[in-house]
Each structure stands twice: as structure tokens, then as C-alpha cells.
């Protein structure tokens, strides 16, 4: 029996529910305030969704800080499909799009690795693994009062 593969598309309004129901099932990644960030974010930002027969599996979004370097945004992969290239697929098709856009580099952000936490020492696993290079921490970035924690830009060359 042959398996399907999922495809890569450029996503519109349309997509929006779905996305949002793929970070929603993502709650070690997305707590409300990321989801609300995300749904904001959709009506401005560009992106990608990776789909299989009619349902949605993980998206991945973009837009441009400056002339030279995008930010890949948000993005997450249904937690039953990480691991068969789906979130690869995504940031190769963001990484193409910024890049004929003439952006130098692709920038994402997440949790630094001074935060002890075990889904985001796999978000960095993953984003090093795809060739994203520590550009800088900004201390105490997120949070609030004694509850701030460090964040890790990585910074792609295209």
C-alpha cells in the first residue's frame, strides 16, 4: 500500500481555521497569548501550510524586518506528524520565498537554551539541525517581573 505525501502550499484566509487548530493542539509550544499572536499575524504575514487529503499537518509563516533579513514567524507541525520532514518541507519553502524576495537572511526566534525546558531544546535541535547558526540571546526578552526568560535569535545565510 503506498503512502501519500503531503504537499506544500502557499496558504490564504481560508487556511486560517485550520492553522489555528494545529497550534492549538500544540500546547507546549503555544500558550493563549502565542495564539492570539498567531491569529493576528495571519492576516499580515505570508506563509506555507503542509497538507494531506483535505487536512492540514503544520504551517509556517514569514514576513520581512528590513530589506535584508526576514523572520520566520511562527510555525508548528501536528505533534502526531513531527519527524517525517514536514517542518523541513516548510522552512525550505519559506527559506526559497524570502530569499527571491532578496532577503541575505532568514531569522527565527525561539526559547534560549538557558531555559530548561524540553520541547524547546527540541524547537532548537531542529532549527540547528536545518543549518540556523546562533546570531545573538537577548537577556530576560520574554516574561514578566521575575518570570523573564532569555531568547535565542538563529540566523540563516541564504
Known amino acids: 500500500m503506498a503512502v501519500s505525501a503531503f504537499v506544500v502550499r502557499p496558504f490564504g ?18 500558550n493563549p497569548e502565542g495564539l492570539e499572536n498567531i491569529e493576528r499575524d495571519l492576516d499580515h504575514h505570508e506563509g506555507f501550510v503542509a497538507v494531506l487529503d483535505g487536512r492540514t499537518l503544520g504551517f509556517a509563516t514569514w514576513h520581512p524586518l528590513d530589506r535584508e533579513v526576514a523572520e520566520l514567524s511562527w510555525m508548528g507541525v501536528a505533534e502526531e506528524e513531527q519527524g517525517r520532514g514536514i517542518g523541513t518541507a516548510l522552512v525550505a519553502a519559506i527559506a526559497e520565498a524570502s530569499r527571491r524576495r532578496g532577503h541575505r537572511f532568514l531569522e527565527v526566534s525561539t526559547v534560549a537554551d538557558s531555559v530548561a525546558y524540553a520541547p ?10 536545518r543549518g540556523f547558526p546562533e546570531h545573538r540571546v537577548d537577556r530576560r526578552f520574554h516574561g514578566q517581573g521575575a518570570d523573564r526568560y532569555d ?7 541564504q
Open 13 to 30: 484566509p481560508s487556511d486560517a481555521p485550520a492553522v489555528l487548530a494545529v497550534a492549538r493542539g500544540l500546547p507546549k509550544w503555544f
Open 120 to 129: 524547546y531544546a527540541e524547537t532548537r535541535r531542529f532549527y540547528r539541525a
Open 151 to 157: 531568547r535565542l535569535l538563529l540566523r540563516l545565510l
